[in-house]
């Protein structure tokens, strides 16, 4: 039996040319015979008010549903509005009233419509940054509608092909730790998405953060009525007991689990894992401990693919197991909805009803966690009393901007500030070692290679990558400013080495928080973090842009070029939105008390396996820049 849909028979939505520009002040309703705002005659005009709700375009539509951009009169701001509308069953009569074409589909069309407001309800009580947060739901016009925020994003299906190469452990690992967040939330309730898979993921351009979209509840209630396998199945992500559910292959967690598990194997290798009901006749998977072994830890391989079992029974049961498989923390903490990030269409014919790619203005900063949690688990920030670094202040500081279009800079029409005589001088290797911190001075008699102090000082470490960098492994790191006002001016600064290596920036706030600044989610696969002897390496580069928010105060950066990747977990780094978060305070103080090796601390860990003297060979500098009002 084929399993491939048709474009007539999928909800899935088709991606229509996106409006660039603002939402036009109110306007009084379209009537019927004004154009319509999509291509289809099932599109609401343009103008057309659904109680505060103004359509001023359609973002996209599918066999099941149409997912308008809207003017919420309200609350003054731009929405999602999501209407049911299987177009096999139903059409439009009048300017908005949906009726069902045929008595004998008004069964499956009802059946279909309770399902689309029950998924709306469901999703309503949720409150998860990795969930899809709907505002308002309700009946009207014989159909129904939702309402939900607009996001910013790329495809994880887009964002796999542009990094031309697989992703490392490292990035998977951030990817999966609030993805299965928020598949645990949902599965409390007994809630299961069923349809996983890179294209039904996006990560927002704001934080790099990923969303699981298009649940598709109304889409699958109508494919199980009508026997359509083609609407409800993707051959490679669905387990076997979504093609014929019986009594002894019931679905549950572990069938959200097995999708997620596909999803990951296909950014690791570029191909699904072969069908599972053809697996069940004779299984030719070949585990992933094997076809991808020595480029991910064994640990992290065995897991993926024992969630990977073809039958349910054998197969990783929850997500909690899967994350204690995977070593990520098993206490999930409940998150705080985030910003509002707003965003727009995309004409790239990529599929999902809420999947867009859109445009954004720069969501407020947020609050962040305090530097002495050490749980491993937060791909997420949790809310703190103390802000972030200012160039990092949750999703609001760093506005990423995927796709080679700046779309913030474009609708601000700002441009990054050039080179200014003012900058500071560049630093290089020859820096003299800074004295011990003043609160753990050194005895009088005490020579220079005593044992490190167990109070961690990130200043103190900062200096101390410079004393210790290898000889003629020069490195010079220079601001294009040194002073950047607050929502004015953005970060930009150079690196250069006089040897080929690996760049890694470290960044430390005013409020005590220390950061992998660079490289980060965006740029770790593609190379980009590489420097070629007597190359100048511009960050960030053109995809994406830091900004200034408080506090104010000095930010401190230090610059590592290394022969050899390294590796910030072995020190404690965790997952933070789009960067790494590195321990300070009393996790800090920890962490260096255990450090044994003569390398600084800060400079990380080589790969595993790496011999010889060129494994910790490394040049550093350091710059300051001061954040002002």
């Known amino acids: 039996m084929s399993t491939e849909s048709s474009p007539a028979d999928d909800d899935r939505t088709q991606i229509i040319a996106p409006p660039k520009a603002p939402p036009p002040a109110p306007a009084q309703p379209t009537s019927a015979g004004h154009s319509s705002a999509g291509d289809s005659g099932n599109a609401l005009p343009v103008g057309t008010y659904l109680a505060e709700f103004e359509i001023n375009s359609v973002l996209g539509e599918g066999g099941f549903g149409i997912v308008y951009l809207a003017w919420d009169h309200s609350l003054e701001r731009r929405v999602a509005l ?8 139903a059409s439009r009569s009048g300017a908005t009233q949906v009726n069902v074409k045929s008595e ?3 069964g499956t069309f009802e059946a279909g419509m309770k399902s689309f407001i029950n998924e ?4 309503a009580q949720f409150d998860h940054p990795s969930l899809v947060k709907v505002y308002r739901f309700w009946e009207a016009n014989g159909t129904a509608y939702m309402v939900m925020p607009f996001y910013e994003g790329t495809t994880l299906k887009d964002r796999l092909k542009s990094f031309g190469q697989p992703p490392d452990e490292a990035w998977l690992m951030g990817l999966l730790a609030p993805l299965t967040e928020a598949l645990a939330v949902i599965h409390q309730e007994r809630c299961y998405h069923r349809d996983i898979a890179p294209d039904n993921v996006i990560l927002l351009n704001a934080t790099g953060r990923p969303l699981l979209l298009d649940f598709g509840a109304a889409r699958r209630v109508i494919g199980d009525m009508t026997q359509a396998l083609t609407v409800i199945l993707k051959p490679g992500y669905a387990p076997v007991e979504q093609y014929a559910e019986t009594p ?3 679905q549950g967690g572990w069938t959200d689990v097995y999708a997620l598990a596909a999803t990951i194997h296909f950014a690791i290798l570029g191909r699904t894992p072969p069908p599972s009901v053809s697996r069940l006749m004779g299984d030719n998977y070949q585990p992933l401990a094997e076809a991808a072994a020595g480029r991910y830890s064994e640990r992290f391989l065995n897991a993926i693919d024992k969630a990977l079992r073809v039958r349910p029974e054998e197969r990783t049961q929850t997500i909690g197991e899967l994350r204690a498989d995977l070593g990520l923390d098993a206490e999930m903490p409940h998150h705080a909805q985030p910003t509002q990030i707003v965003l727009r269409g995309d004409a790239t014919g990529m599929s999902g009803d809420e999947k867009t790619q859109l445009q954004a203005r720069p969501p407020a900063p947020k609050r962040a966690p305090s530097p002495a949690v050490s749980s491993p688990s937060a791909a997420a920030p949790a809310p703190a009393p103390s802000s972030k670094t200012p ?4 999703i609001g500081a760093l506005v990423l901007i995927g796709g080679g279009v700046a779309a913030w800079m474009a609708m601000s029409g700002k441009k990054p500030e050039p080179a200014v005589a003012a900058a500071p001088p560049p630093i290089s290797t020859a820096a003299a070692p800074a004295p011990a911190p003043a609160e753990a001075p050194a005895p009088a008699a005490a020579p220079a290679t005593a044992a490190p102090t167990t109070h961690f000082d990130a200043l103190a470490q900062f200096d101390q990558l410079l004393a210790s960098q290898s000889p003629g492994f020069k490195v010079e790191a220079t601001a294009e400013k040194s002073r950047l006002r607050i929502g004015k001016d953005l970060l930009s600064f150079t690196v250069k080495s006089q040897k080929d290596g690996y760049v890694n920036v470290l960044v430390y706030g005013p409020d005590g928080s220390l950061m992998l600044l660079f490289p980060n989610k965006l740029n770790v696969q593609t190379g980009h973090n590489k420097i070629k002897a007597g190359q100048t390496l511009r960050i960030p580069d053109e995809n994406w842009v830091l900004q200034t928010f408080e506090p104010t105060g000095p930010e401190h950066f230090a610059v590592i ?10 020190i404690g780094a965790v997952p933070d939105d789009a960067f790494m978060k590195l321990q300070t305070g009393a996790a800090g103080d920890a962490q260096i008390a255990r450090w044994t090796k003569p390398t600084p601390m800060l400079l990380g860990t080589p790969p595993a396996g790496c011999t010889g003297a060129n494994c910790d060979a490394y040049g550093a500098a350091r710059f300051t820049v001061e954040i002002v009002r």
Not at 82 to 89: D, G, I, Q, T
Not at 391 to 394: D, E, P, R, S, Y
């Open 391 to 394: 160039l990092i202040a949750g």
């Open 82 to 89: 999501k209407e049911y509308m299987p177009a096999s069953l």
């Open 248 to 250: 002894n292959m019931k």
């Open 120 to 123: 709306a309800k469901l999703l």
């Open 104 to 106: 004998r589909h008004r």
């Open 561 to 570: 070029v290394s022969d050899q990747p390294r590796d910030f977990a072995a």
